[in-house]
């Protein structure tokens, strides 16, 4: 027989003693996308530094 300890700690907690952390969950989901979409947007938009040769000749064409 299993004494009250092993009983306890064997015993998967109801619905109701998770519920307080279910937010949590999520809120660090949507973070996670956040950062991911941040991290997307900064890859995709480069240094802002043109390269030396194309400027120049934007510049004299302008």
């Excluded at 300890?5 to 996670?32: K, N």
Aim: overall charge negative; charged content about 20%; hydrophobic content about 50%.
């Amino acid at each position: 027989m299993l004494d009250r300890d092993t009983r306890h700690a064997l015993h998967s907690p109801s619905v109701d003693e998770g519920e307080g952390e279910s937010w949590l969950v999520s809120y660090l989901d949507v973070l996670t996308l956040l950062i991911t979409l941040f991290v997307l947007l900064l890859s995709m938009a480069g240094n802002g530094m043109a390269p030396r040769a194309a400027s120049s000749v934007a510049m004299r064409h302008a």
